[in-house]
């Protein structure tokens, strides 16, 4: 079963543009982490936020949560064409979920597209 | 390189057939998880071990079984295969369990039920 939910499922922009994305879920949560996934290939961590942290950043990455809305967003700044890829939110939540207590519930995804 | 490698990378099968997806962590890492990766169904978390012990069960099928062995490689053997159950086949490691530890993730097998 889905925990999170991303929002858009598709984002298209340009080179140098920033790219905003964002996940939603339904229960209280350990941590949120960010994954990135190139065209059916392996999944990549980008970055892991406790239920206690507020914002966290990894080079061009930005990453808030707010606990209250249960929600994060995920921001690349200053885009690539690398960057091209799918997004995926991942939720630990706090309480045995669908028998995955502990364990990466994923969102279906943000679909980046960076133009060169 | 994530350090996690599975085998085979493609695999196609009928209808009915069983098969088994191998999967070595990262060096040091004692946690291993599957994951299915289907366009409907998106990333469904299957069963994780550690240290050679099932820690969590999700949405995996009776059909389907995994283990973990002394060495901490794992195997998922799919039985009775449908072609539903065609989909993209994810391993991933970590050193921990509790899900406060970030996963790393192998390339994937894709599989094909004819």
């Known amino acids: 079963s889905q925990q999170g939910e991303e929002d858009p499922q598709a984002l298209s922009i340009q080179e140098g543009e920033n790219a905003t994305m964002n996940c939603s879920y339904k229960?209280?949560?350990?941590?949120l982490q960010w994954y990135r996934q190139n065209s059916g290939r392996g999944l990549v961590h980008l970055i892991l936020?406790?239920?206690?942290?507020r914002e966290k950043h990894s080079g061009r990455l930005r990453v808030t949560l707010d606990t209250s809305k249960k929600s994060s967003s995920l921001l690349i700044t200053a885009s690539r064409a690398a960057d091209t890829a799918s997004y995926f939110c991942?939720?630990?939540?706090?309480?045995?979920?669908?028998?995955?207590?502990?364990?990466?519930?994923f969102g279906k995804g943000t679909k980046l597209s960076v133009k060169p | 390189d994530s350090g996690v490698t599975q085998t085979p990378k493609h695999l196609i099968t009928a209808t009915g057939q069983r098969v088994t997806l191998r999967c070595s962590p990262r060096?040091?890492?004692?946690?291993v998880y599957w994951y299915q990766q289907s366009l409907d169904q998106g990333l469904q978390f299957l069963i994780q071990?550690?240290?050679?012990?099932?820690?969590a069960k999700g949405n995996i099928l009776e059909r389907f079984s995994a283990q973990q062995f002394p060495d901490l490689h794992s195997e998922l053997n799919l039985s009775s295969l449908e072609l539903g159950d065609s989909a993209l086949y994810f391993c991933?490691?970590?050193?921990?369990?509790?899900?406060?530890?970030?996963?790393?993730f192998g390339p994937g097998t894709r599989l094909t039920v004819t």
């Open positions: 991933a490691s970590s050193v921990g369990t509790g899900g406060g530890f970030e996963q790393y």
């Open positions: 229960t209280s949560i350990n941590n």
């Open positions: 936020i406790r239920s206690n942290e």
């Open positions: 991942a939720t630990v939540p706090a309480v045995n979920y669908g028998g995955s207590q502990g364990n990466l519930i």
């Open positions: 060096s040091g890492d004692l946690s």
């Open positions: 071990y550690y240290n050679g012990e099932e820690r």
